[in-house]
């Protein structure tokens, strides 16, 4: 049995900061190493000694390279934030030209698109009002008549809809932004952009955008 004021586990051993490349080079092999019989998990235990780990932590070495993963990881974020803010300012920057279309090709086209959405992949619509019918129902025409109307406000929706998915090359503003901080927040500044264009170049429209805009957060 081993005791646990003379050895330190992986997990113990990066909260005395530590990272893996470090323990790889500056440790090594691990002291103790197999199968824990008390958990279920198979993954490996790794044991080190503690005088060992103390004895590494006092050499320059151990200095050094902690003093760089430091700063590799302070240039990182650094940089991340760099990009965040371009990012950002980018999407604050950018026209939004949304395509200005008499009603009835808008209605058109959005009654289409939203057939096809339907037929593609029906499922939940997020950004359906309450009571509406889901993204993948497709209202069938009463036997023998000619299409039926859409349900009421529907039609508002899909012309909506249809609108915010050809502005969806503005997507590439979010173009090498990872993490769910940074991106989360872009993703939202361009989608209100986008509803807030829509909602200029169609005013009728302005309601759903605004629904929008305060429910896909």
Known sequence: MTDRTTYVSLAGVRLRGWTD???????????????DPRRWSLAPVRLYLLARVETVERTP?????????????????????????????????????VPLLPRPELERRAARHRHLLGARSPGPDPAA????????????PASGSAAAPPPAGALVRWQV???????????????GLYGETGRGEAER????????????????????????IAVER
């Open 61 to 97: 070495e151990f200095a050094e390279t902690a003093a760089l993963c430091r700063a590799r990881a302070s240039a990182t974020g650094v940089h991340a934030e760099r990009r965040r803010a371009a990012v950002l300012a980018a999407i604050r920057a950018e026209p939004i030209e």
């Open 161 to 175: 809809s249809y609108l915010r998915h050809a502005l969806s090359r503005y997507e590439a503003l979010l173009d």
């Open 189 to 212: 500044l361009l989608r209100r952009r986008l509803y807030e264009a829509i909602a200029a170049a169609y005013p009728s429209l302005a309601r759903e955008c605004r629904r929008r």
């Open 21 to 35: 490349a470090m323990v790889r080079d500056l440790l090594g092999t691990p002291d103790v190493q197999g199968r």
């Open 129 to 140: 009002a309450p009571g509406g019918p889901p993204a993948g129902a497709v209202v069938a």
